[in-house]
T-cell receptor
Framework: NAGVTQTPKFQVLKTGQSMTLQCAQDMNHNSMYWYRQDPGMGLRLIYYSASEGTTDKGEVPNGYNVSRLNKREFSLRLESAAPSQTSVYFC??????????FGSGTRLTVV | LAKTTQPISMDSYEGQEVNITCSHNNIATNDYITWYQQFPSQGPRFIIQGYKTKVTNEVASLFIPADRKSSTLSLPRVSLSDTAVYYCLVGVLLFSGGYNKLIFGAGTRLAVHP
């Protein structure tokens, strides 16, 4: 019972490079989310997907794109990484009437 | 979305009961109150959720007064392993095919001492 799996766990990028963060859940949840967490702060919502085939912007979407590939997978792409995107990224999924299940996070450093 | 206010930090000792109060003056009729726990280097973990009065599970209790403008998370007999950040969130909980968009604040850093 894996829950929410994120890859990679750690990544260092140079400014201007691109990368995709992968997220997969095996709980058959409809909604999925991407958050970022900066040191000492709470989580901020980047994008979310209410169901397969739909995506919407959250609080801080600039510089990111997402793809809900299927019901299981929701990826986050940084097209041109900037130092301000250095953060810990969490993917989550949620059952319709319950709480979120979070992945273990991806620590991204942009130099 | 209703804004929440929590203490930035709290200290306690092993074996004590800890109560963390969250203020949410602008809570809407359809909003539920949810609490999460986060350990360092991990994602938040769901603790408890409620709408009114009292909810209890194997981990914690949640007290919500009649006006619902605040809520209190109660952790009985804390241990060192309860040292974590606790988040209070308020948002609509939609059923069956819906979604919600909970917003996290800075949370309360609880430190449990021997």
């Amino acid at each position: 019972n894996a829950g929410v799996t994120q890859t990679p766990k750690f990544q260092v990028l140079k400014t201007g490079q691109s990368m995709t963060l992968q997220c997969a859940q095996d709980m058959n949840h409809n909604s999925m989310y991407w958050y970022r967490q900066d040191p000492g702060m709470g989580l901020r919502l980047i994008y979310y997907s209410a169901s397969e085939g739909t995506t919407d912007k959250g609080e801080v979407p600039n510089g990111y794109n997402v793809s809900r590939l299927n019901k299981r997978e929701f990826s986050l792409r940084l097209e041109s990484a900037a130092p301000s995107q250095t953060s810990v990224y969490f993917c989550a999924s949620r059952e319709d009437s319950g709480g979120y299940t979070f992945g273990s996070g991806t620590r991204l450093t942009v130099v | 979305l209703a804004k929440t206010t929590q203490p930035i930090s709290m200290d306690s000792y092993e074996g004590q009961e800890v109560n963390i109060t969250c203020s949410h003056n602008n809570i809407a009729t359809n909003d539920y109150i949810t609490w999460y726990q986060q350990f360092p280097s991990q994602g938040p973990r769901f603790i408890i959720q409620g709408y009114k009065t009292k909810v209890t599970n194997e981990v914690a209790s949640l007290f919500i007064p009649a006006d619902r403008k605040s809520s209190t998370l109660s952790l009985p007999r804390v241990s060192l392993s309860d040292t974590a950040v606790y988040y209070c969130l308020v948002g609509v909980l939609l059923f069956s095919g819906g979604y919600n968009k909970l917003i996290f604040g800075a949370g309360t850093r609880l430190a449990v001492h021997p």
